[in-house]
């Protein structure tokens, strides 16, 4: 059975850095796309980046030029450096994996725990 965890979350100054870490363990996995989440008190859940093994990398307007996403498919492990962080990024953020058919259909396949990125002075 897979396992999806993440790791990296806290409490950072606007304009500040972290980087967020996701490594899945278990059986044997074949990712398509891996992508971060996030979910703000009262909102719902949206797409702040995805990548998949066609190359192909999509971020969210909001967080262009501020957070990018990097994977190591081999290992099942994928991060989210997150610069220039601002109070409407507080959110907890979840990583995500979908397999090729599960991503064709808008369907994530294994989801982290979620970790809590709070942006305050």
């Known amino acids: 059975q897979v396992q999806v965890v993440e790791s990296g979350g806290g409490l950072v100054q606007p304009g500040g850095s972290l980087r967020l870490s996701c490594a899945a363990s278990?059986?044997?996995?074949?990712?398509?796309?891996m992508g971060w989440y996030r979910q703000a008190p009262g909102k719902e859940r949206e797409l702040v980046a995805e990548?998949?093994?066609?190359?192909?990398?999509n971020y969210a307007d909001s967080v262009k030029g501020r957070l990018s996403i990097s994977t190591d498919s081999a290992r099942g492990v994928w991060n989210l450096q997150t610069n220039n962080l601002k109070p409407e990024d507080t959110a907890v953020y979840y990583c995500?994996?979908?397999?090729?058919?599960?991503?064709?259909?808008?369907?994530?396949?294994?989801w982290g725990q979620g970790t809590q990125v709070t942006v305050a002075s």
């Open positions: 995500s994996a979908a397999h090729r058919g599960s991503y064709y259909n808008k369907v994530v396949d294994y």
């Open positions: 278990g059986s044997v996995f074949a990712f398509y796309a």
């Open positions: 990548t998949n093994t066609s190359d192909r990398t």
